[in-house]
């Protein structure tokens, strides 16, 4: 597996520096927060450095709360981070100016490493942005591998799912380097802990949630979507649009939630090259912000101070330009399931 020799860069960019606040996206998911724990071990362990993994946000999918508490990793909510005890930035599965990390103001930012599509704003001493990449999990383990420290079993297991989420098991948007390290990372893989990851158990809000999505959503010729109104954690939304697209007829869906104010959005498509990214940015518009990738993406539009009719017509204008991107008119559509009075 090739790094372009970006592991003599990134010791390059730190040099000058010893404490390193290592910031996953906001609400982070498996991959930010495998690849920002697996840096954490490689400046801690390879580089003699003090790093720390902070996001912003919550951890709210019972996924993600398992992988936390059963690897035992170490992030801390950004909110609890002191400031004073660190002098350098590096940005994980995330970029600067997109609203999906937290105030930063302060402290220089000297890395970002990502995989998803590079921004004209994005600049910094050391990058690493490798849209062809499925994962940033799968760049972070290429540096361990490079470097030739022993990976941990649970570091190991956190990139290995980090991968395997944001892939679908490598069935998604996957690269040679994502199977590569999914191989090289699988036997130092806890199978039993990995198991219990990806089968928690869940909380009744999800069900709850789940059940509000199956009787709002509405689909029209093979789109499909559906406006959950107050969810328990955004993450919901991106859990509810990728269920919804297992429909056997659709090839989008398009999922939207109120939580903290704003308007999450979630889009996801079948099609390989579609640029789900693309398209949500153009859906949302000025509005907000939004990417992501070929087949996935998310965004969200503030909306504190409206009155909740205010966001019944945001969302609303979010389906009517969904519908109008890809069939060039608008429809109500047909309810996904029937009413109780049918």
């Given at each position: 597996m090739e790094t372009q020799g970006k592991l003599p860069q990134l010791q390059k960019a730190l040099s000058g520096f010893q404490r390193v606040l290592i910031l996953t996206h906001n609400n982070p998911d498996p991959d930010s927060i495998s690849s920002a724990c697996g840096l954490q071990y490689l400046l801690e362990k390879g580089l003699n450095m003090k790093a720390k993994v902070a996001y912003g946000g919550v951890i709210g999918r019972a996924e993600n709360r398992a992988m936390v508490r059963l690897l035992k990793l170490n992030l801390s909510p950004f909110s609890r981070v002191r400031w004073k005890r660190f002098d350098s930035i590096i940005l994980v599965d995330t970029q600067p100016y997109t609203g999906y990390i937290p105030p930063i103001e302060g402290l220089p930012i000297?890395?970002?490493i990502d995989h998803h599509p590079l921004r004209?704003?994005?600049?910094?001493?050391?990058?690493d942005v490798r849209r062809e990449a499925g994962a940033t999990a799968t760049i972070v383990a290429q540096y361990l591998i490079e470097s030739g420290i022993e990976i941990p079993v649970n570091i190991a297991t956190a990139l290995f799912y980090g991968i395997s989420s944001e892939t679908q098991a490598l069935g998604r948007e996957t690269t040679k380097a994502d199977m590569e390290a999914y191989v090289t990372l699988f036997p130092r893989v806890n199978k039993k802990l990995l198991s219990r990851i990806e089968h928690p158990k869940l909380p009744r809000e999800y069900f709850a949630t789940l059940h509000r999505a199956l009787g709002k959503a509405r689909f029209f010729k093979h789109a499909i979507w559906a406006c959950l109104g107050d969810v328990e954690t955004p993450e919901f939304v991106a859990q509810i649009a990728d269920i919804l697209l297992?429909?056997?007829r659709v090839s989008w869906s398009l999922c939207l939630g109120r939580y903290d104010g704003k308007i999450?959005?979630?889009?996801?498509?079948?099609?390989?090259?579609?640029?789900?990214?693309?398209?949500?940015?153009?859906?949302?518009?000025?509005?907000?912000v939004g990417g992501g990738h070929d087949m996935m993406a998310g965004g969200q539009i503030d909306c504190k101070g409206l009155k909740p009719k205010d966001y019944d017509e945001i969302e609303m204008a979010m389906v009517r330009a969904f519908l109008r991107y890809l069939y060039k008119e608008e429809r109500a559509g047909k309810p996904l399931l029937p009413s109780d009075e049918e």
């Open positions: 000297v890395g970002i004209r704003k994005t600049k910094a001493p050391f990058l297992m429909h056997e999450w959005l979630s889009l996801r498509t079948s099609k390989e090259r579609a640029n789900a990214g693309k398209v949500l940015r153009r859906l949302i518009g000025s509005k907000g």
